[in-house]
T-cell receptor, first 113, second 114 residues
Framework: ETGVTQSPTHLIKTRGQQVTLRCSSQ?????VSWYQQALGQGPQFIFQ???????GRGNFPPRFSGLQFPNYSSELNVNALELDDSALYLC????????????FGPGTRLTVL | GESVGLHLPTLSVQEGDNSIINCAYS??????FIWYKQESGKGPQFIID?????DKRQGQRVTVLLNKTVKHLSLQIAATQPGDSAVYFC?????????????FGPGTRLSVLP
């Protein structure tokens, strides 16, 4: 176990709805990255948060947004859900030094109907 | 643009044999690479990393080889065990020292036969 937890484990939403996913980082880690993993594919970088500020973003539309809290936990929010948003959403925590190892959580499986 | 891919989507090996999983990358600016293992229902788990100033790095039963000339990365698993069955991803990074934007390949599924 990595010490990174995510909630909920599974979630079913309908198109057009909004969703919030949560991640608690490993103790001592100040950086959280979010990834989207479609079925049968590798994870794709969504964005990263360091000390409550966005620190890099992948090729995802603005309806994907996030927050990081003072305790370094993080949320991923997705508005106006589309069918293609169905995926496993992974968060990874790390200590922001020179490319420290990222520790991944188990993910949240989102299904959009 | 950046891309990381794998030559084989699936690999089946006999228990006890050695496994070799390959990865090709296209971004010549990539200078840090990681191999991850992902078991069903779990997030990716770090296996081993290598920086571009190295050609080879060894861990416990695993070895990563980097050939920058042809932009190729491989993961060798010695004496493959049933617990090694999983999907393996290579990931590359070309950001600054604080960048964590890793580009993942599509993955190779390793099946270990009894």
């Amino acid at each position: 176990e990595t010490g990174v937890t995510q909630s909920p484990t599974h979630l079913i939403k309908t198109r057009g709805q909004q969703v919030t996913l949560r991640c608690s980082s490993q103790s001592g880690h100040n950086t959280v990255s979010w990834y989207q993993q479609a079925l049968g594919q590798g994870p794709q970088f969504i964005f990263q948060y360091y000390r409550e500020e966005e620190n890099g973003r992948g090729n995802f539309p603005p309806r994907f947004s996030g927050l990081q809290f003072p305790n370094y936990s993080s949320e991923l929010n997705v508005n106006a859900l589309e069918l293609d948003d169905s995926a496993l959403y992974l968060c990874a925590s790390s200590l922001r030094t020179s490319r420290d190892e990222q520790f991944f959580g188990p993910g949240t499986r989102l299904t959009v109907l | 643009g950046e891309s990381v891919g794998l030559h084989l989507p699936t690999l089946s090996v006999q228990e006890g044999d050695n496994s070799i999983i390959n990865c090709a990358y296209s971004n010549s600016a990539s200078d840090y690479f990681i191999w991850y293992k992902q078991e069903s229902g779990k997030g990716p788990q770090f296996i081993i990393d290598i920086r571009s100033n190295m050609d080879k790095r060894q861990g416990q039963r695993v070895t990563v080889l980097l050939n920058k000339t042809v932009k190729h990365l491989s993961l060798q698993i010695a004496a493959t065990q049933p617990g090694d069955s999983a999907v393996y991803f290579c990931a590359e990074n070309s950001g600054d020292n604080y960048g964590q934007n890793f580009v993942f390949g599509p993955g190779t599924r390793l099946s270990v036969l009894p």
